[in-house]
């Protein structure tokens, strides 16, 4: 059963600290990228990757980092520097990326909320 | 001026009522059109792509018009289950560019 898995479904994050957030896929797709939203706002694009070991900032990467030393995995750190982290954050993941319109997936999300 | 634009509602309908959505999108080099569909507090899932010549999949039709930049969705005999935030999205098909997302449209559907 191909799909995108994003844990954890819930995120808490202290001051000061570092957390991870997972994002699986197992659709053989070569491009992955990270969303953010906030209430009532579009999707933001955080960082995207079109091939393992390469990636490319988005419109909001401040205070964010990712990795893609998988194709099937690319997960994103959301950093200290990150003021305001609270959101939900989307994974999703498509074919290629490059003038064919493809069709992105999305995985269920993570709530991340400051405590 | 932003990139996509929709009105985002909400749009209050009773079932069975037909209702239409509209988006802009500012950039002229836009290739790729979708309407995608988000429940509350899940992910969007694609609806439907958006074709020049327009495209119709059961109750719902997307229509494309290039030259005035401008996208519909128009839904017909409207069902509860219907009820969501319907996402208009533009891929501009450049090297270094991903999706763009309108802040989306949300549609109620009564009994």
Redesign the interface.
């Known amino acids: 059963d191909g799909g995108i898995t994003q844990s954890p479904k819930y995120l808490f994050r202290k001051e000061g600290q570092n957390v991870t957030l997972s994002c699986e896929q197992n659709l053989n797709h070569d491009a992955m990228?990270w969303?953010r939203q906030d209430p009532?706002?579009?999707?933001r694009?955080i960082y995207?990757s079109q091939i393992v070991n390469d990636f490319?900032k988005?419109d909001i990467a401040e205070g964010y980092s990712v990795s893609r030393e998988k194709k099937e995995s690319f997960p994103l750190t959301v950093t200290s520097a990150q003021k305001n982290p609270t959101a939900?954050y989307?994974c999703a993941s498509s074919t290629q990326?490059?003038?064919?319109?493809?069709?992105?997936?999305?995985?269920?999300?993570t709530r991340l909320l400051v405590l | 001026r932003k990139e996509v634009e929709q009105d985002p509602g909400p749009f209050n309908v009773p079932e069975g009522a037909t209702v239409a959505f509209n988006c802009t999108y500012s950039n002229s080099a836009s290739q790729s059109f979708f309407w995608y569909r988000q429940d509350c507090r899940k992910e969007p899932k694609l609806l439907m792509s958006v074709y020049s010549s327009g495209n119709e999949d059961g109750r719902f039709t997307a229509q494309l018009n290039r030259a005035s930049q401008y996208i519909s969705l128009l839904i017909r005999d409207s069902k509860l289950s219907d009820s969501a935030t319907y996402l208009c999205v533009v891929n501009m098909h450049q090297a270094g560019t991903a999706l763009i997302f309108g802040k989306g449209t949300t549609l109620s559907v009564s009994s």
């Not at chain 1, 009532?40 to 999707?43: A, H, I, P, R, V």
Request: charged content about 5%; proline content about 4%; aromatic content about 24%.
């Open positions: 990228y969303y009532g706002q579009g999707l694009l995207y490319q988005g939900f989307l990326q490059g003038g064919g319109g493809e069709t992105q997936y999305f995985g269920p999300g």
